[in-house]
């Protein structure tokens, strides 16, 4: 409303109009200069984005698929090992001998306690408190898996997790005498290439008569056993029917081994050949470690330049995830707490907690994995199984049988914040410039408006004072404008005015002065003075006043005779 009333002035129409003049083309140019910035800054940083997700989508495809070529590699480097097939076949031999001097019952009560006790405490920690059933289990276990686990599970001295450092019992019998020995060759391998098992299985039974890790399966059939329909027994069954010498399976990743406690873990099988001669086939068991440490550059993702959100994993054929996602290592509770609001059971969240890993649990669903799956390569703005806007290259990546997707992303926020910061500091920047230009502008329209102002206000003040009747009232506006030109036009009318008033002033006071002067010669003469003299003056009273002299004389000199020839007579 001030404001309002402050144009209906000439000063505020000035001031105010100046000061919008020059701030709205500044503000028009700058905000449209923010705008062209803006998208200009956005198509670059959306460019590069696309160009560094794409690089790092091909970087960790490579680095995934040599990996798994090392996996075949060291695992046909143990079949092939000359010390293996020398001794698979004594220990196939010797299997049957295991626990001789053993009752049966002892082993069975022991195994039990060992199930019901040990392992069932062990299995519910590493899965957020879920309990697992393990009557099924016991009751398809043969006499010689219940040996087996007596001699090298209930009787290793190591915990639960470290038994695959047990080599044996070295009591001289013949399955352990040849276990010490192919125990020590197995663990080169397994240190040189990260295995968390390995299997040794005879063909025709499925008999896992070896395991490095010493868990469960040791003992059982892959036939017929209680874990005949894992992907151990997958694997086995792919390698044993095929025929060919350089057979190889690789049984996908997954959390749903159960010997292994649930953890997230995958096969490869090869056959252990002598010649044409197949002893047995060998499978090695691999957790998600080293793929972890490959797809998060060993978790440090700032370090190589990803920034904070930038990462890159894996999704399996069934959606789950084959790595782990850089937010649950970070903030594995925010993340986990993303994942219960998009749809992730609790049970599925417990678990993934107290595995501290969520490889085979978490399930990945975005408009990246799904293209992925569909065979499509490419890179997108999507938003992810969390709800995040997302940068993203995504690509299949179908190796060694398997059927993955590797998808490398940023978060849209974070790789526009360059931009956002330069709009920001555009913003600060142009707000102090609008707050200089503002106050220049201020300071210079109140000139303007105080120069056109003040010699309005002094034209006004005289104009009030003559009006009050001080004819003694001027501008006195000295400036050379027009305002300056018109205060002096005044003054000088002013001034003319004024001595023309005071003429007639002083003519009306000298006419008034004669007037009296005339009456009071009347007066005189009326009282018979003859003598009276009346000034003459130059105004209209000169001609009266001479008249009556003159008519004075006159009748003095009548007088005058009139008395002379009165005196004659």
Do not use: C
Not at 81 to 110: N, T, Y
Not at 507 to 524: D, G, K, P, T
Request: proline share 3%; glycine share 8%; charged share 20%.
């Amino acid at each position: 409303m001030k404001l309002l009333d402050a144009f209906r002035s000439i000063r505020g129409r000035i001031q105010y109009g100046t000061l919008l003049l020059s701030l709205l083309p500044m503000l028009a140019i700058g905000i449209a200069i923010s705008i062209v910035a803006y998208d200009l800054g956005r198509d670059a940083l959306r460019a590069r984005a696309f160009e560094q997700v794409t690089s790092l989508r091909t970087l960790k495809r490579d680095q995934v698929v040599d990996y798994l070529a090392e996996l075949r590699n060291g695992v046909t480097l143990l079949a092939q090992a000359r010390s293996i097939r020398v001794q698979v076949p004594k220990l196939i031999e010797a299997v049957g001998k295991i626990g001789a001097d053993v009752p049966p019952a002892v082993a069975r009560e022991r195994m039990q306690r060992f199930y019901l006790g040990e392992f069932q405490q062990e299995f519910a920690q590493r899965n957020g408190g879920e309990q697992i059933d393990v009557k099924p289990i016991l009751e398809q276990l043969t006499d010689t898996a219940y040996a087996m686990q007596y001699q090298y599970i209930a009787n290793n001295p190591n915990p639960t997790g470290a038994k695959g450092k047990f080599a044996g019992l070295k009591n001289d019998s013949a399955y352990d005498s040849v276990h010490v020995e192919l125990h020590a060759r197995i663990d080169d391998f397994v240190v040189a290439y990260g295995f968390h098992d390995v299997y040794l299985v005879e063909p025709s039974t499925g008999l896992i008569f070896y395991s490095y890790a010493k868990e469960i399966d040791l003992g059982t059939s892959l036939l017929n056993g209680p874990f005949a329909k894992s992907k151990l027994g997958d694997a086995f069954r792919a390698v044993r029917d095929n025929p060919r010498s350089d057979a190889y399976f690789v049984a996908d990743f997954a959390a749903d081994y159960v010997p292994s406690y649930l953890d997230p873990s995958g096969f490869l099988a090869v056959p252990v050949q002598d010649g044409d001669k197949r002893l047995a086939i060998a499978i090695v068991q691999t957790t998600d470690t080293r793929l972890n440490e490959i797809m998060t550059f060993d978790r440090h993702w700032a370090a190589v330049g990803l920034g904070a959100t930038g990462e890159a994993y894996l999704v399996g054929a069934d959606s789950t995830a084959r790595s782990l996602a850089r937010g649950f290592i970070e903030h594995k509770q925010d993340y986990l707490k993303q994942l219960r609001s998009a749809g992730m059971s609790e049970t599925d969240a417990k678990q993934a907690d107290a595995k501290n890993d969520s490889v085979g649990i978490e399930l990945v669903r975005s408009f990246a994995v799904t293209e992925a799956l569909r065979g499509n390569t490419g890179v997108s703005t999507y938003i992810n199984h969390r709800g995040e806007n997302t940068f993203g290259a995504y690509a299949p990546l179908e190796v060694a049988g398997l059927k993955w997707v590797i998808i490398a992303r940023f978060d849209e926020a974070e790789a526009f914040a360059p931009i956002t910061r330069l709009l920001r500091n555009i913003l600060l920047f142009g707000l102090a410039l609008l707050a200089v230009a503002l106050a220049a502008s201020w300071y210079f329209s109140s000139r303007l408006a105080r120069s056109v102002n003040q010699p309005i206000q002094r034209l006004h003040g005289t104009v009030q004072r003559l009006a009050d009747g001080d004819l003694d009232a001027r501008t006195g506006i000295v400036s050379n404008d027009e305002l300056g030109q018109l205060g002096k036009a005044l003054d000088g009318l002013l001034d003319d005015r004024v001595n023309t008033l005071a003429t007639a002033a002083r003519e009306n006071e000298q006419l008034n002065h004669s007037v009296i002067e005339i009456m009071q010669a009347v007066s005189r003469l009326s009282s018979r003075d003859l003598t009276v003299k009346v000034p003459v003056t130059a105004d209209v009273t000169g001609a009266i006043s001479d008249a009556l002299n003159l008519m004075t004389t006159q009748t003095a000199q009548v007088l005058s005779n009139v008395d002379a020839i009165s005196g004659k007579v």
